[in-house]
């Protein structure tokens, strides 16, 4: 087995904590809690320098970035990717924006799936140039929608894109849908250097957002069953996103001592 993946938090967590405590006090925050790294959801006008300093002033790395798809077009690949890598990280996930098509489309979704195909591929390819990679991010209707063979837009993506465009799956959202997050690392392997780790309820209004209490009545992530298929297949961080508790640390908090602990920390 590979080393145990480490816990990252996505800042997309507590993004109006970090409009009142600003991005310096919430990266010491997330240390303090215990997080070894964070991903990043948006910079809030920080140059890269200052994000770089901020970081290794805590003790954190940063194992990724989420960036809406128009960030890996043309021109702004580059600007991305090298910003990115002043930073000090080289993964840049796109967790929805625009990966689906807009109203200017005039083709079938059937055309849209290859079109968005051999975009992620074509940027991975330049990404490469640059040290970087690209991957996708999933919520539930990337299982749901479907081609007109039945085909789901996950399994149509991942199957038609090379191994060098990552998979971040989100557990969550996986299991929201009805699937099994261990099975999507079984079919297509070795893509996935991070994780989201988010629990089962989101559209519950008493689901609090903390890892491992599903919302009632809901099956929730199967844990112990997911963590060593996950460093078999080599993930290297799980990412905690918790959609509840924005404006404090009310969720990450009891989200990293939950998963230190599965992870045997």
């Not at 590979?2 to 925050?29: E, F, V």
């Not at 090379?162 to 799956?169: I, L």
């Not at 799980?238 to 508790?245: I, K, L, N, S």
């Amino acid at each position: 087995m590979n080393a145990k993946p480490k816990i990252a938090l996505q800042l997309y967590s507590i993004h109006n904590y970090t409009d009142s405590a600003g991005l310096a006090r919430t990266l010491a925050d997330a240390a303090k809690i215990g997080y070894r790294g964070v991903e990043f959801a948006g910079y809030r006008g920080h140059s890269a320098a200052e994000i770089r300093t901020m970081l290794a002033d805590n003790g954190l790395v940063a194992c990724g970035t989420h960036v809406g798809r128009a960030a890996l077009a043309g021109d702004e690949l580059a600007k991305s990717c090298e910003f990115c890598r002043e930073c000090g990280f080289d993964l840049l996930v796109c967790p929805g924006g625009g990966n689906l098509p807009g109203d200017d489309w005039t083709g079938s979704f059937d055309d849209w799936m290859k079109f968005v195909t051999d975009f992620y591929a074509k940027a991975a390819e330049r990404a490469a140039a640059f040290g970087c990679r690209v991957g996708l991010h999933n919520h539930a209707w990337e299982f749901e929608r479907r081609l007109s063979d039945g085909t789901s837009y996950w399994d149509y993506f991942f199957s038609n894109t090379p191994p060098n465009v990552c998979m971040e799956q989100d557990v969550g959202w996986t299991t929201f849908a009805g699937f099994d997050p261990c099975e999507q690392f079984a079919k297509y392997p070795g893509r996935s250097p991070t994780l989201h780790a988010k629990e089962n309820g989101m559209d519950e209004p008493g689901f609090d957002g903390i890892l491992g209490r599903p919302a009632p009545g809901r099956r929730g992530v199967d844990w112990r069953k997911l963590i060593p298929v996950a460093a078999e297949d080599g993930v290297e961080w799980f990412v905690v996103e918790c959609e509840r508790h924005f404006d404090s640390l009310d969720a990450v908090a009891p989200s990293f001592a939950f998963l230190s602990e599965m992870l045997g920390r």
